[in-house]
């Protein structure tokens, strides 16, 4: 069997055999999802529970593995790395998280956004490497910009930024940019934002964050 969120189960229809049971629903329903899993396991069945990205970086697998010990089930779970859109989209800028990052959700569905702004602060504060995940939806416009306007107080206007949608899924586009012109540039929640620290740079459409490696 296999279950998961409508959009990750049509990027893997190719890997789907006809005879496989199928399992989609759609946002928002991931403790329903969950819960038909653990029930078909519970029954027998063979079952993969489907993630974009990894399934350990804001996936299914803590939700999982939550159910399993609340309920003290005895079922084996095995947990299959990916890669989350942080990395893939890194790959594409070239290397901007070759030193220290944070990697923080600007969607406030389960985190209250009071809690997000606090890491926003403390991330730049700190000059971490950032990577933005569900950065902007039709319904949530302004946090993008407030997280902009955090930056602005801990970096510099020319700090490199690179937009990546789609990160490795056939249609993915990529922008290089600055936090001064981040927000000229569309951003949705398919997009994976990377703002660089105070020695990002740029060179031949790649952002570059050193190591400290000596030349």
Do not use: C
């Not at 069997?1 to 049971?21: K, P, S, W």
């Not at 220290?100 to 406030?108: E, G, H, Q, R």
């Not at 926003?120 to 700190?126: M, V």
């Amino acid at each position: 069997m296999v279950v998961g969120y409508n959009t990750y189960i049509d990027l893997l229809e190719d890997l789907i055999d006809e005879e496989q049971e199928v399992i989609s629903t759609g946002m928002t329903k991931e403790v329903d999802r969950t819960q038909l899993a653990v029930e078909a396991a519970q029954d027998g069945k063979r079952v993969a529970m489907i993630s974009s990205g990894d399934a350990g970086v804001y996936g299914m697998a803590g939700l999982v593995l939550e159910m399993v010990a609340e309920n003290e089930l005895d079922l084996s779970v095995e947990i299959i790395p990916g890669i989350t859109a942080a990395n893939a989209a890194a790959s594409t800028l070239g290397a901007p998280l070759m030193h220290d990052y944070a990697v923080i959700s600007l969607s406030d569905l389960l985190t209250p956004w009071e809690v997000i702004i606090d890491r926003l602060e403390k991330a730049a504060a700190g000059d971490f490497v950032i990577a933005l995940y569900n950065p902007k939806s039709k319904q949530r416009t302004e946090q993008i910009k407030e997280a902009r306007n955090i930056f602005l107080k801990h970096k510099a206007p020319d700090t490199p930024v690179g937009i990546v949608r789609s990160a490795k899924r056939g249609t993915e586009e990529m922008m290089i940019t600055d936090l001064e012109n981040m927000l000229n540039h569309e951003i949705n929640m398919v997009t994976t934002v990377i703002i660089g620290n105070s020695e990002t740079f740029t060179f031949a459409d790649l952002m570059i964050t050193p190591r400290g490696y000596e030349l």
